[in-house]
């Protein structure tokens, strides 16, 4: 649960989450927050910080998110995330830059690309990496991604980067 979340060495020691579209778009509309939830969106970015990466970013608000929703509720997504990115809630940036070495780097793009692979779909495969890779735990509400999650990391490159890179091996680390 998020009550777990360590202290981030790359965020200033703030605690940073990641989060996936699906509960990117309940905080922004409002619907279906359970306590997690609520937790998560009402604590001041000073205890909790929400980090959305460009695949998330574009899913939510580019040209597909745009084509897939009402204008309404884009709008309303939309003033959501730029509200709380002003406040220093939201942080935006794509998992690979501005904080990190190039070995980092190198490291993001094997396990991309070995679990590119894996059963874990090309939507969520770019959050996947960037919460192993960087350290940060994942809020989804996605059903299949636990044991899509499960499958991948018992791929004997995906294990073999993951040891390597002394990241997380498991799934109750890289998911909230």
Known sequence: ??????????????????VDTQVLSAMAIGQDWDDELSFVVNRPFSQLRIKLNQQIYHETLGPAGLAGMKPAKYQKQRDFIETYRMNGKILLDDGKVPYFSVDRINLYQALFDAMNSTNISAEDLPIVVDAIVNWIPLLTWESNLPAGLVSAMKNRQVIKILKGGKLWTNVEQVLL
């Open 1 to 18: 649960m998020v009550y777990r979340v360590e202290r981030h060495p790359d965020y200033n020691g703030d605690k940073v989450i990641l």
